[in-house]
């Protein structure tokens, strides 16, 4: 995906690969093969770009270092940070969804996180919606890139009502009606505007009573890209993802990117 967009948008490439000093030794024998064996496959990596028909600007860094940190650093360089998710055990996703997390928590630009997933023909992009400042940065991105690409920008907005064990007889029909109302005056209020700056883009609207996880989800199953936000913040809560980017980016139904507020 990175080499395609690159191409698609005339933008530069550089490849980081990282060799993570954690399950090193500190001796300097350890480390020296180490970065030689990070070039050697960093190398490698830019001979399969030139090999696979990239023509444009390509550059590449190799370091020993914690992944993580030596993410973070390339972000502040970068206009996206592309990550593709590991195959494999169980075990070996949830590492890697961990470090997926973390990548998205701590960069400094959007961050891309690519499965393995087949896309359904013209699927569209899909985007949560809940009224945030972080959703709006979402919004305006997912439509940027609905549009791009040719295919309809669906916004989805989640709800639930609260579930209080034995006052389930309070949510009347009338207090439900009222919920998806408001639901819908987010959901224009969340894509208004978009008509006018895209007038060829079509937009799709669903309202879905269920967690915000499940239905990202399941409205992304073989989508081109889901789109969601996070709220950047700053000192030792910025390592915090929200909650609903965490469960997308561990379920992963299609590409993922996370863009910051």
Same mark, same amino acid.
């Given at each position: 995906?990175?080499?395609?967009?690159?191409?698609?948008?005339?933008?530069?490439?550089?490849?980081?690969?990282?060799?993570? @000093?954690?399950?090193?030794?500190?001796?300097?024998?350890?480390?020296?093969?180490?970065?030689?064996?990070?070039?050697?496959? &960093?190398?490698?990596?830019?001979? /399969?770009?030139?090999?696979?028909?990239?023509?444009?600007? =390509?550059? +590449?860094?190799?370091?020993?270092?914690?992944?993580?940190?030596? $993410?973070?650093?390339?972000?502040?360089?970068?206009? %996206? %940070?592309?990550?593709?998710? /590991?195959?494999?055990?169980?075990?070996?996703?949830?590492?890697?969804?961990?470090?997926?997390?973390?990548?998205?928590?701590?960069?400094?630009?959007? =961050?891309?996180?690519?499965?393995?997933? @087949? $896309?359904?023909?013209?699927?569209?992009?899909?985007?949560?919606?809940?009224?945030?400042?972080?959703?709006? =940065?979402?919004?305006?991105?997912?439509?940027?890139?609905?549009?791009?690409?040719?295919?309809?920008?669906?916004? =989805? !907005?989640?709800?639930?009502?609260?579930?209080?064990?034995?006052?389930?007889?309070?949510?009347?029909?009338?207090?439900?009606?009222?919920?998806?109302?408001?639901?819908?005056?987010?959901?224009?209020? +969340?894509?208004?505007?978009?008509?006018?700056? !895209?007038?060829?883009?079509?937009?799709?609207?669903?309202?879905?009573?269920?967690?915000?996880?499940?239905? &990202?989800?399941?409205?992304?199953?073989?989508?081109?890209? %889901?789109?969601?936000?996070?709220? +950047?913040?700053?000192?030792?809560?910025?390592?915090? %993802?929200?909650?609903?980017? /965490?469960?997308?980016?561990?379920?992963?139904?299609?590409? $993922?990117?996370?863009?910051?507020?």
């Amino acid at each position: 995906m990175g080499l395609a967009r690159a191409t698609e948008r005339g933008a530069d490439v550089e490849l980081l690969h990282v060799a993570d @000093d954690s399950f090193l030794s500190e001796s300097v024998a350890f480390l020296s093969e180490a970065q030689q064996a990070s070039e050697q496959m &960093l190398a490698a990596e830019i001979e /399969h770009a030139r090999n696979i028909g990239f023509t444009g600007k =390509v550059t +590449g860094t190799a370091v020993v270092g914690h992944p993580i940190s030596e $993410v973070e650093e390339a972000s502040r360089r970068a206009d %996206l %940070l592309i990550l593709g998710a /590991h195959s494999g055990s169980r075990l070996a996703g949830s590492f890697f969804g961990t470090r997926a997390v973390k990548a998205a928590a701590t960069a400094h630009c959007p =961050v891309a996180v690519i499965p393995k997933t @087949d $896309v359904r023909p013209n699927a569209g992009v899909v985007v949560g919606i809940d009224g945030s400042e972080a959703s709006k =940065v979402a919004i305006a991105y997912a439509a940027e890139e609905a549009s791009f690409r040719g295919v309809p920008l669906v916004a =989805v !907005y989640a709800w639930m009502p609260p579930l209080t064990p034995g006052l389930e007889y309070l949510w009347s029909e009338e207090l439900v009606d009222s919920q998806r109302s408001a639901a819908e005056e987010a959901i224009a209020i +969340g894509v208004a505007g978009l008509a006018e700056r !895209y007038p060829d883009l079509v937009i799709q609207r669903e309202i879905v009573q269920a967690p915000p996880v499940a239905a &990202l989800v399941q409205a992304a199953e073989g989508a081109e890209l %889901l789109v969601v936000g996070s709220r +950047g913040r700053g000192g030792l809560t910025r390592l915090l %993802l929200g909650s609903v980017s /965490h469960g997308v980016l561990q379920a992963l139904p299609c590409p $993922v990117i996370v863009t910051r507020a």
